[in-house]
């Protein structure tokens, strides 16, 4: 069946670029859209943005100036950079598979960057 | 920003017992609305989409009503693998600002 798995660093100095890459795997990445969801430890969860397969996306205004989701089809991957972090960014971010932009059927295990010095 | 907001934010249950969520949307999202639960150190599984259509595998004692503003979680009778946390989401608008309410926490009475 078709898996989510993040990878990346776990932590990230202020001021720096986070980067995390979901591959998937059991299935292609085409026909379908991908999101980033983000949930602070102890809090709840905030949806960052999606790609769809063909490179179009969109993201949530609080984020949008400093994030970049990019996809390769290719390598059935796709992928979260946000810039100019803070301790704020401190989450485990989730990549997952976006029903026409809409809801989330199925979620990778989630990766915990921490941002700090 | 269409803001979602869950009471009560702690629902203390029986085993057995039902399990009544609430989750009220700043303005109408219609029935553009999911639920999903959450356990501990796992990522949230989609239980519930078009406020009422259970997603795949999900068992018939979840079942969500409401349209509108005022939706509905219902757990008609508490397994010990329900206890969790409960998040709902809504995703009326194109290009979507999809947005998650703050959560209840389903706990054992």
């Known amino acids: 069946q078709v898996q989510l798995q993040e990878s990346g660093p776990g932590l990230v100095k202020p001021s720096e670029t986070l980067s995390l890459t979901c591959t998937v795997s059991g299935g292609s990445i085409g026909t379908y859209y991908w999101s980033w969801i983000r949930q602070p430890p102890g809090k709840g969860l905030e949806w960052i943005g999606f790609?769809?397969?063909?490179?179009?996306?969109n993201s949530n205004p609080s984020l949008k100036s400093r994030v970049t989701i990019s996809i390769d089809t290719s390598k059935n991957q796709f992928s979260l950079k946000l810039n100019s972090v803070t301790a704020a960014d401190t989450a485990v971010y989730f990549c997952?598979?976006?029903?026409?932009?809409?809801?989330?059927?199925?979620w990778g295990r989630g990766t915990l960057v921490t941002v700090s010095s | 920003e269409i803001v979602m907001t869950q009471s009560p934010a702690t629902l203390s249950v029986s085993p057995g017992e039902r399990a009544t969520l609430s989750c009220r949307a700043s303005?109408?999202?219609?029935?553009?609305l999911a639920w999903y639960q959450q356990k501990p150190g796992q990522a949230p599984r989609l239980l519930i989409y078009?406020?009422?259509t259970r997603a795949t595998g999900i068992p018939v004692r979840f079942s969500g009503s409401g349209s509108g503003t005022e939706f509905t979680l219902t757990i008609s009778s508490l397994q010990s693998e329900d206890f969790a946390v409960y998040y709902c989401?809504?995703?009326?608008?194109?290009?979507?600002?999809?947005?998650f309410g703050g959560g209840t926490k389903v706990e054992i009475k």
């Open positions: 997952v598979r976006d029903l026409s932009g809409r809801y989330f059927d199925l």
């Open positions: 303005q109408s999202v219609s029935s553009n």
């Open positions: 078009g406020a009422s």
């Open positions: 790609i769809y397969y063909s490179g179009s996306t």
């Open positions: 989401q809504q995703y009326k608008n194109w290009p979507p600002l999809l947005t």
